[in-house]
């Protein structure tokens, strides 16, 4: 588990250096931080995030969905890309990291959008369509537990919850790794799946990258 110090640190510079409602500038101040103190925290940073973003500025979800806000970085970051109308749900198990995600988020702007919703995926995902009236997702970002993504992506197909053209993209499928979910996605005949290759966030010399599998 994260130092959780570290966030606060992180997250109380943010809030004392950015312009209070722009997204962009919470982004430039996280990445400016986090580059130059060398942070050791997990989030997905700017190399790997502009993968993603361009699969959100292709793909236009208008209902995405976020496994593990951990301080709420890619829910700026993909929060800021919705367009108006449209919704991001995140779901995260930690009450400390949810709470700190809900208040970068409203600091930057984006609490018309994005949606935080506490407890486990397992938990929470067989309750999205009753509980928040959504019929299915058009994209999921995943980075929570890495030995979530294969069940929780199973689960989410078996809610009724991803239909032709819905979008999973992946984080971290290298580093630490989800070899299980890559196997999975890679071999169901329901994805074609397409890895990006890249570098974890601030550790160009680590290699990682994002899986985007749309489902088929
Ligand atoms: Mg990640």
């Not at 929780?152 to 070899?179: F, T």
């Not at 890679?186 to 990006?196: A, E, G, L, N, Q």
């Amino acid at each position: 588990m994260e130092n959780v110090t570290d966030i606060d640190s992180i997250v109380g510079h943010i809030k004392k250096n950015a312009r209070k409602g722009d997204p962009e500038s919470v982004l430039k101040v996280a990445d400016d931080f986090c580059s130059k103190n060398a942070r050791q925290s997990m989030h997905i940073g700017p190399e790997k995030g502009s993968i993603v973003d361009d699969i959100f500025r292709e793909h236009k979800p208008k209902i995405a969905l976020e496994l593990g806000a951990y301080w709420g970085y890619s829910a700026v970051r993909y929060g800021r890309l919705m367009e108006p109308g449209t919704k991001y749900f995140s779901i995260e198990f930690s009450p400390r990291f949810l709470q700190v995600a809900k208040d970068l988020v409203e600091f930057a702007g984006l609490s018309d959008v994005v949606t935080f919703i506490e407890g486990s995926s397992e938990d929470v995902i067989p309750r999205l369509k009753k509980d928040y009236n959504i019929d299915s997702v058009d994209l999921v970002f995943i980075d929570h537990d890495k030995t979530l993504y294969k069940p929780d992506v199973i689960r989410l197909d078996e809610c009724g919850l991803l239909k032709k053209g819905s979008v999973m993209a992946a984080d971290n499928v290298l580093c630490p790794g989800a070899p299980d979910y890559l196997e999975y996605v890679r071999s169901s005949p329901k994805f074609i799946s397409t890895f990006y290759e890249s570098s974890l966030n601030y550790r160009p010399e680590i290699k990682d990258g994002i899986e985007k599998s749309v489902y088929l």
